[in-house]
């Protein structure tokens, strides 16, 4: 079964370094969101794109977080400056919505997330 | 957005049907009903999901109520690689329809 990849799966920095997470969406889907995973928040949503395009990012702090799609295979999440509060569990995941269809009668599909360490 | 309530945990027997119930009784007309389900340390994964009919593919069944106020999912014989918490969801109409995860339910399946 095709994957969605995540690349770093840990990574561990101190507080005020750059961090960024790489997303490679299941070949073909034109769906693309970001969720960070807590115990406490549990999952949230980020950011999600469609065709490339970013149409929601509220749930994003925008002062330090900042995603993109530089082309259809490749997602990424940066943190700069990172903060201990950014600790948690990122997960990308991808999905096929057809033209004309809702994006809420389709499944989305997981990578297995970057298990974030912010010292 | 629509609440849901699931127990919090339940218990099977492997190779035993489990029916893992959700109420969600202030679902709109536009909500699809969404399970996923999370393993340890894996990401979420989606198990099924529908409307109104009743649903199957390769992993469960869902069952929905005629007025649409619970679901039931089913795992038609449980196993061990089954054990994981269960997310009911519903998605509404909007931009990202974005998945909101509750507590769910432990389910853990036991030789």
């Known amino acids: 079964d095709a994957r969605v990849t995540q690349t770093p799966r840990h990574k561990v920095t101190e507080m005020g370094q750059e961090v960024t997470m790489r997303c490679q969406p299941i070949l073909g889907h034109n769906t693309v969101f970001w969720y960070r995973q807590t115990m406490m928040q549990g999952l949230e949503l980020l950011a999600y794109f469609r065709n490339r395009a970013p149409l929601d990012d509220s749930g994003m702090p925008k002062d330090r977080f900042s995603a993109e799609m530089p082309d259809a295979t490749l997602a990424t999440l940066k943190i700069q400056p990172s903060e201990p509060r950014d600790s948690a569990v990122y997960f990308c995941?991808?999905?096929?919505?057809?033209?004309?269809?809702?994006?809420?009668?389709?499944?989305?599909?997981f990578g297995d997330g970057t298990r974030l360490s912010i010292l | 957005d629509a609440k849901t309530t699931q127990p919090n945990s339940m218990e099977s027997n492997e190779e035993e049907p489990v029916h893992l119930p959700c109420n969600h009784s202030?679902?709109?007309?536009?909500?699809?009903i969404h399970w996923y389900r999370q393993l340890p340390s894996q990401g979420p994964e989606y198990v099924i999901h529908?409307?109104?009919s009743n649903v199957n593919n390769r992993m469960a069944s869902l069952a929905i109520a005629e007025d649409r106020k619970s679901s039931t999912l089913i795992l038609h014989r449980a196993t061990l690689r089954d054990a994981a918490v269960y997310y009911c969801i519903l998605r509404s109409r909007g931009t990202a329809s974005k998945l909101t995860f509750g507590t769910g339910t432990r389910l853990q399946v036991t030789l």
């Open positions: 529908g409307l109104t």
């Open positions: 995941a991808s999905g096929l919505v057809p033209d004309g269809e809702m994006v809420s009668n389709q499944p989305q599909h």
């Open positions: 202030t679902i709109s007309g536009t909500d699809y």
